[in-house]
C-alpha cells in the first residue's frame, strides 16, 4: 500500500513531462509550417499533429478535462482524414499516356493529385495540315502541349522556327495576355494537349504552387524555343529565305 502513492505521483509526472512534449510538438509543427519548410497539405504537417494531440491527450491523465479532450480528439480525427485523403489522391489518381507525356516534361514537380486537377482543364484536340492554331497579332488565348505532329511559326509570313514533339505553344501570349507575335500552322497532323485557359487562370489564382510549376515550364521551353529559333535563323542564313503566302 506504502508503495501505490510513491507509483502513482511517477505516472502523474510522466503524464505531464508527455503532455509538455504534446505542447512542444504543436509549437514546433506550426512554427516550421510558417517557414514555409512543411505545407498543410503534405504528410508530416498532419502526423505532428496526431503525436501532438496523442500527447496532450494523455497528460489529461492527471486532470480531465472535456473540453480539452473533445479538442485533442478533433485534431486527431481531423488530422487522420487529411492523411486518408492525401493517400487516397496519390494512389488513385490515374492518367493518360498523353497526359503521362506532358507532366513528364513539365510536371514533375507537382504531386499526383495537383497536377490531375491541372489536366482537368485541358483535353486532347486533333489538328489536319495547314490548320492555324494560332494567328499573329490575334489575343485569344491558346495553350497547349505538341503531343505528335509538326508545327510551322512564321512571323510576318516568315518561317522562324518549327516546334515538334514535348513543345508547348502560345505560353508567352497566355502568360503575358498580348497579342501573339507570330502565326503557328500545323505542317503535319498535329495532337496537341490543348488548356481551357479561363478554367486554368481560375485554378491557377487559388493555388500558387501550380502557377509556379507553370511558370517554370514556360521558361523552360520558351529558352528552348529561342534556342532552336537562333539555330533556324543560322541555317536560314545559309540558303534562300523561305517565304509562305
Same mark, same amino acid.
Given at each position: 500500500?506504502?508503495?501505490?502513492?510513491?507509483?502513482?505521483?511517477?505516472?502523474?509526472?510522466?503524464?505531464?513531462?508527455?503532455?509538455?512534449?504534446?505542447?512542444?510538438?504543436?509549437?514546433?509543427?506550426?512554427?516550421?509550417?510558417?517557414?514555409?519548410?512543411?505545407?498543410?497539405?503534405?504528410?508530416?504537417?498532419?502526423?505532428?499533429?496526431?503525436?501532438?494531440? $496523442?500527447?496532450?491527450?494523455?497528460?489529461?491523465?492527471?486532470?480531465?478535462?472535456?473540453?480539452?479532450?473533445?479538442?485533442?480528439?478533433?485534431?486527431? =480525427?481531423? $488530422?487522420?482524414?487529411?492523411?486518408?485523403?492525401?493517400?487516397?489522391?496519390?494512389?488513385?489518381?490515374?492518367?493518360?499516356?498523353?497526359?503521362?507525356?506532358?507532366?513528364?516534361?513539365?510536371?514533375?514537380?507537382?504531386?499526383?493529385?495537383?497536377?490531375?486537377?491541372?489536366?482537368?482543364?485541358?483535353?486532347?484536340?486533333?489538328?489536319?495540315?495547314?490548320?492555324?492554331?494560332?494567328?499573329?497579332?490575334?489575343?485569344?488565348?491558346?495553350?497547349?502541349?505538341?503531343? $505528335?505532329?509538326?508545327?510551322?511559326?512564321?512571323?510576318?509570313?516568315?518561317?522562324?522556327?518549327?516546334?515538334? @514533339?514535348?513543345?508547348?505553344?502560345?505560353?508567352?501570349?497566355?502568360?503575358?495576355?498580348? @497579342?501573339?507575335?507570330?502565326?503557328?500552322?500545323?505542317?503535319?497532323?498535329?495532337?496537341?494537349?490543348?488548356?481551357? =485557359?479561363?478554367?486554368?487562370?481560375?485554378?491557377?489564382?487559388?493555388?500558387?504552387?501550380?502557377?509556379?510549376?507553370?511558370?517554370?515550364?514556360?521558361?523552360?521551353?520558351?529558352?528552348?524555343?529561342?534556342?532552336? $529559333?537562333?539555330?533556324?535563323?543560322?541555317?536560314?542564313?545559309?540558303?534562300?529565305?523561305?517565304?509562305?503566302?
Amino acid at each position: 500500500m506504502l508503495g501505490l502513492p510513491v507509483e502513482l505521483n511517477w505516472l502523474l509526472q510522466l503524464a505531464t513531462t508527455i503532455g509538455v512534449i504534446g505542447a512542444g510538438l504543436y509549437i514546433l509543427n506550426y512554427f516550421i509550417l510558417q517557414l514555409g519548410f512543411i505545407r498543410g497539405s503534405g504528410v508530416f504537417y498532419p502526423t505532428l499533429n496526431i503525436a501532438a494531440a $496523442s500527447c496532450v491527450l494523455i497528460s489529461m491523465f492527471e486532470n480531465f478535462n472535456l473540453a480539452g479532450t473533445i479538442i485533442q480528439l478533433a485534431y486527431i =480525427s481531423i $488530422s487522420v482524414m487529411g492523411l486518408l485523403r492525401g493517400y487516397l489522391a496519390r494512389h488513385l489518381v490515374r492518367f493518360s499516356e498523353d497526359e503521362k507525356q506532358f507532366i513528364s516534361h513539365y510536371l514533375d514537380t507537382l504531386k499526383p493529385h495537383q497536377a490531375r486537377k491541372l489536366l482537368n482543364t485541358a483535353e486532347i484536340k486533333d489538328y489536319a495540315p495547314g490548320t492555324t492554331l494560332i494567328s499573329e497579332g490575334n489575343t485569344k488565348d491558346f495553350l497547349g502541349f505538341i503531343l $505528335s505532329g509538326q508545327t510551322t511559326i512564321l512571323k510576318d509570313g516568315r518561317v522562324i522556327n518549327q516546334c515538334g @514533339p514535348d513543345e508547348i505553344l502560345g505560353e508567352l501570349t497566355f502568360g503575358l495576355g498580348q @497579342p501573339a507575335t507570330a502565326s503557328v500552322l500545323a505542317t503535319h497532323p498535329t495532337r496537341c494537349l490543348v488548356f481551357d =485557359s479561363e478554367r486554368l487562370c481560375r485554378l491557377l489564382r487559388r493555388n500558387r504552387h501550380m502557377d509556379d510549376a507553370l511558370k517554370a515550364a514556360h521558361f523552360k521551353n520558351t529558352r528552348q524555343k529561342l534556342l532552336s $529559333s537562333n539555330n533556324h535563323t543560322v541555317r536560314a542564313q545559309k540558303r534562300p529565305a523561305v517565304v509562305v503566302a
